[in-house]
């Protein structure tokens, strides 16, 4: 036994020679500007019940934080200005942008920030983040794809993302509307959040 132990030593000790602790993957969160000229920040919501009518805010700032090789880090911020909406036709968004809906000389931006990435199943995830317009603010979910990553024509690195959500517009004080003489509405109370990313890593 005494021999056993006196060769199981210098075998132990060969061993630990070898073996290193498991580091951590380090986490490399990179900055990335958003593209607008291949991005959409957007809605829809539904027209007398039966079609829908959708729009954009085209004047926007957006900020990206993330690590493409671990989605949980991503945190985005969005600062939306409410007179940019547009719906292709000039006097429903002058209506949008009036006292009735989201009276944007009196709350002129629409602010999103992240809280949370939860979910994630792939390239599928949930980004939770605080939602304001019109000074009222609520949690809401976005359904995130991450489209995935390439190279630009200069050479720069350059990441896509898409995502949905759904908000009850009554709960921003969102309520206008009208009946139609059936007893419909004319404008839907559920708003569908359209959202199609394109963002170029900053310093690359």
């Known amino acids: 036994m005494r021999a056993f132990r006196l060769l199981l030593v210098p075998a132990l000790i060969a061993l630990a020679g070898f073996w290193q602790p498991t580091e951590a993957p380090t986490r490399e969160v ?86 949370e990435v939860r979910n994630i199943q792939g390239n599928k995830f949930q980004l939770v983040g605080d939602l304001t317009i019109k000074d009222v603010t609520k949690e809401v979910v976005l359904d995130v794809e991450f489209l995935g990553t390439a190279q630009g024509m200069q050479g720069e690195l350059r990441a896509a993302f898409t995502a949905r959500g759904t908000i009850d517009r009554f709960d921003y004080g969102l309520q206008w509307n009208r009946l139609t003489e059936a007893g419909g509405v004319v404008v839907g109370r559920e708003v569908t959040l359209l959202i199609d990313i394109e963002a170029v890593q900053e310093g690359a």
């Not at 991005?39 to 085209?58: T, Y």
């Open 30 to 115: 990179l900055n990335w500007t958003i593209d607008k000229a291949h991005s959409s920040i957007g809605f829809r919501v539904r027209h007398l019940g039966i079609s829908f009518v959708n729009g954009v805010f085209e004047d926007y700032d957006a900020t990206l934080q993330f690590d493409p090789n671990d989605l949980s880090t991503l945190k985005a911020t969005a600062t939306i200005r409410v007179a940019s909406i547009n719906t292709g036709i000039e006097r429903r968004d002058n209506h949008l942008r009036s006292p009735d809906f989201f009276d944007a000389e009196k709350y002129p931006e629409i602010r999103f920030v992240s809280k």
